[in-house]
């Protein structure tokens, strides 16, 4: 039986107070409104004497269906010798905003987005990231062009970095882009009124699909952990909408990893101290041996980034139901990325799960911080101007990052559980499949198949329950209560 009923709860209150207590400041300070006057009497495209004008391009944009903040675009060319040439365009955040100024100074302190579900807490003000500094369909923007070209085996050579005059053509969507790139639904409207907009996503799909086989040889690891998404009616949460990632997504990856790839090798070459974007090789290495084993393969004692993958990708065909917690179990044991400095000269620890040594963060300059530093220090080296950050100044923004970054997540994580409660409620009384996904001196925790959602069995040790639970068995649960306040989800057997 189900309660039926709504709960009253509010869910952006909620939010805001819980940015609050994880460290953030959501509300813009004093100073940022006189700021943004001041940068809107200025023409929106600012001149650039040293930018090509590359407006001419048919370049397009994918991403969430809800994103307005734009970063970047996309446009390929099939080179004569069978390379594939790619330009990815970098929103010039840094044009519009200025080292140190009031905007500038907020976005330092809080170095990323919060996307809580119910609501976004930018870091910019979104007159400027959903604005002045979005890649906006057909709005003229000042970028930053990565440029590197792919061969038939997915490597990717001739990388450069230059500054651009850019018109998005086409601002396209991952769940239509992608179903249309697999086969699985129709071409989205404007894909379908341009033979050369079609000719385009084809070929960037082509060039994404040769870096991420080659990836993928070198030990990328192909992790799939469930995304959820609340469904909104009328400023309600409905719903709880599971995200997936198709070929669209894994373009826009591809893209991302390798024109990252591209500045960081910049820097190294031009000798320019950078922050950089680690994982580094797991601690707990011994115990994702252990999980193998478990599952009847047996990995090397040493950290294999390659052998890891090729049992994650067995285990995906063998138990697909599965593989999004086995998927959650390594991503934990790896370990969080985090940003460091690499000063000139020194080696970088690399990106364990990408299978990639020279990797930063440039591309979404709207939404982390981090990416407006290192265009800040592109810039400069393009400019061959003295670099805008001392080493000390990069090493105390990384810690920075990685610090909020860390609290974003918790954010992010304390939202999930209060949306699911408040949409879980109605249906108090209701059975639902579910996979255990965790026992320990806590307790037995679930997550239900349809929808998405983890919850705690609250009478796994009562007489009458099924005994010996562990991770991975199947249940039948029934959902006793729900806690928006506190994020609590209980079930029973």
Not at 123 to 140: A, R, V
Not at 168 to 184: C, F, I, K, M
Not at 461 to 487: E, F, M, W, Y
Request: charged residues 25%; hydrophobic residues 40%; aromatic residues 6%.
């Amino acid at each position: 039986m189900s309660s039926g009923n709504p709960v009253h709860f509010n869910l952006i209150a909620a939010a805001h107070a819980v940015m609050i207590e994880r460290g953030f400041q959501p509300d813009f300070p004093q100073g940022t409104d006189a700021q943004l006057a001041a940068i809107k009497a200025h023409p929106e495209t600012p001149a650039a004497p040293d930018a090509q004008d590359l407006r001419s391009l048919f370049w397009s944009s994918i991403d969430n269906d809800t994103s307005k903040d734009l970063d970047q675009i996309e446009w390929t060319e099939q080179l004569p010798d069978g390379r594939i040439r790619v330009l990815v365009g970098v929103a010039d955040v840094d044009a519009r905003v200025e080292k140190s100024s009031v905007i500038d100074g907020h976005a330092r302190s809080e170095t990323t987005s919060v996307y809580t579900g119910v609501q976004v807490f930018p870091m910019l003000p979104t007159q400027l990231s959903e604005g002045i500094t979005s890649l906006n369909e057909n709005e003229d923007r000042v970028a930053v062009v990565i440029e590197f070209a792919v061969d038939s085996t997915g490597a990717a050579s001739g990388g450069k970095a230059y500054r651009a005059l850019v018109c998005n053509r086409a601002q396209l969507a991952y769940n239509r882009v992608g179903a249309w790139l697999e086969n699985r639904g129709p071409a989205p409207a404007k894909v379908a009124a341009s033979a050369d907009l079609a000719a385009q996503l084809k070929l960037q799909d082509s060039a994404a699909q040769r870096m991420l086989n080659c990836r993928f040889q070198h030990g990328a690891l192909d992790l799939e952990t469930i995304e959820t998404r609340p469904v909104m009616l009328k400023d309600q949460v409905v719903e709880i909408a599971s995200l997936e990632k198709n070929r669209a997504t894994s373009l826009i990856e591809e893209f991302m990893v390798a024109a990252n790839g591209v500045i960081a090798r910049t820097f190294e070459d031009g000798g320019v101290a950078s922050i950089r974007r680690i994982v580094r090789t797991p601690k707990r290495w011994d115990r994702i041996v252990e999980l193998a084993n478990g599952l009847g393969t047996k990995l090397p004692a040493d950290p294999d980034s390659k052998a890891l993958n090729e049992f994650l990708l067995a285990q995906k065909q063998k138990d697909p139901d599965h593989f999004p917690d086995l998927s959650l179990a390594v991503v934990k044991l790896m370990g969080p990325g985090e940003y460091v400095l690499v000063k000139p000269g020194e080696v970088s620890p690399g990106h364990f799960g990408l299978a990639v040594q020279d990797y930063t963060h440039s591309t979404a300059p709207n939404r982390r911080f981090p990416d407006v530093v290192t265009q800040r220090l592109l810039k400069a080296w393009l400019a061959k101007t003295p670099q805008p950050y001392s080493e000390g100044d990069l090493n105390a923004i990384a810690q920075r990052c990685t610090l909020m970054e860390d609290a974003a997540r918790k954010v992010e994580r304390d939202m999930q559980k209060r949306i699911a409660a408040v949409v879980l409620h109605p249906r108090i009384g209701q059975s639902f499949p579910a996979i255990v996904t965790g026992v320990n001196e806590h307790g037995t925790f679930v997550r239900t198949l349809d929808p998405h959602v983890e919850g705690m069995l609250v009478n796994a040790g009562k007489p009458g329950a099924k005994k010996g639970l562990d991770v991975g068995d199947r249940v039948t649960v029934k959902l006793v209560s729900t806690d928006p306040q506190r994020g609590f989800i209980d079930f029973a057997i």
